[in-house]
């Protein structure tokens, strides 16, 4: 089964990535590939980041990893691709804008980034091109690299009963009318 491992940025999938290697997992790291192999339509200034092209991104892993049967693409943007499952890793909006500060990214992609993970975008997506079934979330707020591979490697393994969508929820924070960003 090919695996998702997304989520916004700040969110662990890098580390966690990487403990899953140690582990004996293969994780492909899509913005090496798309790097690498120059994978990219152009840079969206406005949101400063790369524009990936999905169709040879698709092309490339089909005929690099087609026979490979246990596969986890790592990247906020892995649910886009012909997976079977994806892994949304979530994090506290107000630790992740201390995460990505603590990164210099832009205050303007601090604030995007904060927004989408408040609102589950990429929760969201992932529900849209999977369906609600095939998607796991897990909050890594307070969970450490390890324990947050752990909790990855039950869903790889099929445990996806404790790891149901809806099972992290930000909204109170709009409720109380907190604002998690500056």
């Given at each position: ?5 997304t989520?916004t ?5 890098t580390?966690?990535?990487e403990t ?6 293969l994780?492909?790291?899509l913005n ?29 892993l ?9 596969l ?5 943007w ?11 890793l ?9 995460r990505?500060k603590?990164?210099?990214y ?13 609102v ?20 890594t707020?307070r969970?450490?690299?390890r ?8 869903v ?14 930000w909204s ?10 500056r």
């Amino acid at each position: 089964m090919w695996f998702a491992l997304t989520g916004t940025p700040g969110t662990g999938k890098t580390a966690v990535a990487e403990t899953l290697r140690e582990r004996g997992w293969l994780v492909i790291d899509l913005n090496k590939i798309v790097k690498d192999n120059k994978f990219s339509l152009g840079r969206d200034k406005a949101r400063d980041t790369i524009v990936v092209d999905l169709d040879k991104v698709c092309r490339f892993l089909e005929k690099e990893f087609g026979a490979i049967k246990d596969l986890v693409l790592e990247g906020h943007w892995s649910h886009n691709l012909q997976v079977e499952r994806a892994i949304v890793l979530r994090c506290d909006p107000r630790t992740l804008e201390r995460r990505l500060k603590q990164r210099h990214y832009r205050k303007t992609k601090v604030q995007e980034n904060v927004e989408a993970e408040l609102v589950d975008v990429i929760l969201v997506e992932s529900v849209e091109a999977l369906g609600v079934r095939c998607v796991s979330e897990i909050d890594t707020t307070r969970k450490g690299i390890r324990a947050t591979a752990d909790a990855v490697e039950r869903v790889l393994n099929g445990d996806f009963n404790n790891y149901n969508v809806g099972c992290v929820d930000w909204s109170g924070q709009l409720l109380k009318g907190k604002r998690p960003y500056r």
